[in-house]
Structure formats: structure tokens, C-alpha cells
């Protein structure tokens, strides 16, 4: 069965400091890969996906991800966080076919908050 | 263009009552999600349609819940009678296919407080 693992459920880091958050799955194939922010008392946003090809994709708010097959880990970083990048996010995976097919498995979330 | 809609934004009610939360999906896109969010169990798949049509309701917690899709612009979440326990935000979010490719979009929520 698929699954996603954020080891980390809060994380402090200066504002301007580097951040990387870190996400693992479990699937069968190569999966399609997300990350989504949600901002206190709103939705979730997509900051970036991952299909297939080059490994490191570029998102929205400066944020980037890198798909590691070999382990299994989609992390997402940013290089200079922002105050308002506080905020707290998700890693999902979808399945290609199968009986699930169209269906996202999220991790439990990371909270991020920035330090002055 | 409007996202995804989703009423009441906030809903209070007392053990026992009928609830009922609503969801407008964007325009032309043929598949939509309900979730639910909890501190203890974070963001769960209730059920999801694809072309108005429930493809899997297995996260459906229990028969109290009920979910329909009259039509392509509209959703509702059921439940009767409501707990305590159902206390959460409900989240409704549609794509425009159902391959694990499409990007969901997500609705503001709703947020339930059963009292």
C-alpha cells in the first residue's frame, strides 16, 4: 500500500535561513509527487509536482524538490526562508492505475514556523 | 476564476442534528474530493466522484455520512446524526482527471463544531 512519511512535525528556522523538509513514500512504481501549503484557516495550495523526468522541480514562493528514487524521498527546500512561508505542509503521493487511481495519500504535515 | 466553493464556511451545532456542508467544484473539472482534517488523524479521504459517479467511499467513516453528486457543479457531505467526534474542517477539492497526475484543488473548508 502507498504511504508518505514526514518525519518532522514542527520545525523553527530563522527567517533567511535554508529549509529543507523532508518527505518519504512508499509505492510500488514511480509515483506522482506533491507538495501543498496550507496557511492557517485556509485550503491547501500546490507549490510544485513531480510526473517524471528531470529530478529537481521548481514551484511557486522560491520553492524547489528533488525526487530520490533510490531512497524513496521527495524533500522539498527552499534556500532563504521568508516570515511569511510560516505556514504548514504536506507531502502526497497519487497513483498511477489501480483501484486508487485518482487518489492522493498525504503525510501527516510539517508545521514551519520562522523565527525573526 | 472562481476556485472551488465550499458553505458553510463555519457551522456550530449540537449533538444529534443534521449536517449538511456544500461544495461548488471549479468548472470542467470531472472529479471531486472530500476530506476530512483532525489534529489526531490529519487529512483523510472521505469519498471521491469522478464524472458525478462515487468511485470509492471506503474512507467514509460510518453510515452517519452520506455524500451525493446531483451534477457536475455540486456536492454535498451528509451527516446524520452528527457527534462530537465528527468536530473537524471539511475539505472539498476537485481536478480535472482522475489519473494520480492531476492536481487537486482545494476549497477554503468548512470548519464543524459539534457540540
Known amino acids: 500500500a502507498q504511504s508518505v512519511t514526514q518525519p518532522d512535525i514542527h520545525i523553527t528556522v530563522s527567517e533567511g535561513a535554508s529549509l529543507e523538509l523532508r518527505c518519504n513514500y512508499s509505492?510500488?512504481?514511480?509515483?506522482?509527487l506533491f507538495w501543498y501549503v496550507q496557511s492557517p484557516g485556509q485550503g491547501l495550495q500546490l507549490l510544485l509536482k513531480y510526473f517524471s523526468g528531470d529530478t529537481l522541480v521548481q514551484g511557486i514562493k522560491g520553492f524547489e524538490a528533488e525526487f530520490k528514487r533510490s531512497q524513496s524521498s521527495f524533500n522539498l527546500r527552499k534556500p532563504s526562508v521568508h516570515w511569511s512561508d510560516a505556514a504548514e505542509y504536506f507531502c502526497?503521493?497519487?497513483?498511477?492505475?489501480?483501484?486508487?487511481?485518482?487518489?492522493?495519500?498525504f503525510g501527516k504535515g510539517t508545521k514551519l514556523s520562522v523565527k525573526p | 476564476d472562481a476556485g472551488v466553493i465550499q458553505s458553510p464556511r463555519h457551522e456550530v451545532t449540537e449533538m444529534g442534528q443534521e449536517v449538511t456542508l456544500r461544495c461548488k467544484p471549479i468548472s470542467g473539472h470531472n472529479s471531486l474530493f472530500w476530506y476530512r482534517q483532525t489534529m489526531m488523524r490529519g487529512l483523510e479521504l472521505l469519498i471521491y466522484?469522478?464524472?458525478?459517479?462515487?468511485?470509492?467511499d471506503s474512507g467514509m467513516p460510518e453510515d452517519r455520512f452520506s455524500a451525493k453528486m446531483p451534477n457536475a457543479s455540486f456536492s454535498t457531505l451528509k451527516i446524520q446524526p452528527s457527534e462530537p467526534r465528527d468536530s473537524a474542517v471539511y475539505f472539498c477539492?476537485?481536478?480535472?482527471?482522475?489519473?494520480?497526475?492531476?492536481?487537486?484543488?482545494f476549497g477554503p473548508g468548512t470548519r464543524l463544531t459539534v457540540t
Open positions: 477539492a476537485s481536478s480535472s482527471g482522475l489519473a494520480g497526475q492531476y492536481e487537486q484543488y
Open positions: 502526497a503521493v497519487g497513483a498511477h492505475v489501480g483501484g486508487s487511481q485518482g487518489n492522493l495519500i
Open positions: 466522484f469522478n464524472n458525478n459517479v462515487p468511485i470509492d
Open positions: 509505492y510500488g512504481a514511480t509515483p506522482y
